[in-house]
Antibody, heavy 114, light 109 residues
Framework: EAQLVESGGGLVKPGGSLRLSCAASGFTVSNAWVTWVRQAPGKGLEWVGRIRPKADGGTTDYAAPVKGRFTISRDDSENTVYLQMNSLKTEDTALYYC?????WGQGTLVTVSS | QAVVTQEPSLTVSPGGTVTLTCDSSTGAVTSGHYPSWFQQKPGQAPRTLIYDTSKKYSWTPARFSGSLLGGKAALTLSGAQPEDEAEYYCLLSDSGGRVFGGGTKLTVL
């Protein structure tokens, strides 16, 4: 059974950085489209970005609000996808999920506050 | 970037039928937008119900179906159950990425 577990969330000051991890089991991340989605407290879902399977070039796409600040990468040896978040803003405060479409993690909370 | 619009809230009676829609500011929604639908209950992660307009996962209850209707993506629930009360989100492909709708709060009452 495919499972995803996010980690790495926490409290960070505006302008700071954080790296989230999405550890996969039951499937190989290099063969999957993996997407990051966030949800601000009390708000709806927001698409953050995705990484394509290795066979499709492993390239990435990002939503406009995070482009140039966030980077998605993958470590095949760890079977893990990462979300590197730089220049964080208060509006990046949210619960961050990773998903393959079929499977979702439980999310990790990022709070950006001084 | 497209703005994706859903009904903010809908109410359906138990056993009744309701259709949720998903509209794009850039024009008619087509199969090329690869519409997906997600269910989220309070305190839980989302769950994917429908992908690629109308495809279901093994866990998708048969009472849910996806389609294109009048230039929009649609999620129809036939025979609503109390456990279907939840927030529903659609997701459309747009300009190399994806965009979520604002969500529909569905009440079964």
């Amino acid at each position: 059974e495919a499972q995803l577990v996010e980690s790495g969330g926490g409290l960070v000051k505006p302008g700071g950085s954080l790296r989230l991890s999405c550890a996969a089991s039951g499937f190989t991340v290099s063969n999957a489209w993996v997407t990051w989605v966030r949800q601000a407290p009390g708000k709806g879902l927001e698409w953050v970005g995705r990484i394509r399977p290795k066979a499709d070039g492993g390239t990435t796409d990002y939503a406009a609000p995070v482009k140039g600040r966030f980077t998605i990468s993958r470590d095949d040896s760890e079977n893990t996808v990462y979300l590197q978040m730089n220049s964080l803003k208060t509006e990046d405060t949210a619960l961050y999920y990773c998903t393959t479409g079929a499977s979702w993690g439980q999310g990790t909370l990022v709070t950006v506050s001084s | 970037q497209a703005v994706v619009t859903q009904e903010p809230s809908l109410t359906v009676s138990p056993g009744g039928t309701v259709t949720l829609t998903c509209d794009s500011s850039t024009g008619a929604v087509t199969s090329g937008h690869y519409p997906s639908w997600f269910q989220q209950k309070p305190g839980q992660a989302p769950r994917t119900l429908i992908y690629d307009t109308s495809k279901k996962y093994s866990w998708t209850p048969a009472r849910f179906s996806g389609s294109l209707l009048g230039g929009k993506a649609a999620l129809t629930l036939s025979g609503a159950q109390p456990e279907d009360e939840a927030e529903y989100y659609c997701l459309l492909s747009d300009s190399g990425g994806r965009v979520f709708g604002g969500g529909t709060k569905l009440t079964v009452l």
